[in-house]
């Protein structure tokens, strides 16, 4: 009995005596709808987009959660472009590279060793370095830019 008991919530006094004829009054947290065990997140808000209150390490109680969404952006934008990548490598190979192996497995390390995977990682460090500055600004207040916008639409969409 004793075992369950810690289970419960615990009751004052005059809830016991019958003096007072109400329930017991606790305050709950909100729970979280994606894992539902688990309280919300508090620096998550209902109207960012794609919320479901997933956040069970609960890192955005210590990182920004701007600088958080600014890297889920980019990063899924980079991981865009290697599959687009990666496709093309396996269709179509360029006539001027007449040594590449068909196959994505060989062609990383035939790039390795021929060069290419430097000029892609020179590439990615001069992007990060570039869009730097725009990402303090947000961080620091000093924009109102959105976390992955950078005005940047040579189509007009």
């Known amino acids: ?12 006094r005059t809830v016991l005596s019958g003096n007072v004829c109400s329930a017991p009054r606790f305050s709950m947290m909100a729970k979280s709808p994606s894992v539902p065990f688990m309280d919300a997140p508090e620096a998550l808000s209902e109207d960012m987009p794609g919320y479901v209150g997933f956040d069970p390490m609960n890192l955005s109680a ?18 865009m472009l290697a599959i687009l990548g990666l496709v093309v490598a396996e269709l179509y190979t360029f006539p001027f590279y007449t040594g590449a192996p068909h196959l994505a497995i060989n062609r990383h390390n035939w790039g390795v060793e021929n060069g290419s ?16 500055p725009a990402v303090f600004q ?20």
């Not at 995977?117 to 730097?132: A, G, H, K, R």
């Not at 959105?146 to 005005?151: E, I």
């Open 1 to 12: 009995m004793a075992f369950v008991s810690s289970f419960t919530p615990t009751l004052s």
């Open 138 to 157: 947000m961080l620091s207040g000093k924009s109102d830019r959105a976390p992955g916008d950078f005005c940047f639409d040579p189509l007009g969409l």
């Open 117 to 132: 995977m430097e000029q892609i990682l020179l590439w990615c460090s001069f992007f990060e370095i570039m869009t730097m």
């Open 62 to 79: 210590y990182i920004d959660i701007k600088w958080m969404q600014e890297a889920e952006i980019k990063h899924g934008r980079v991981c």
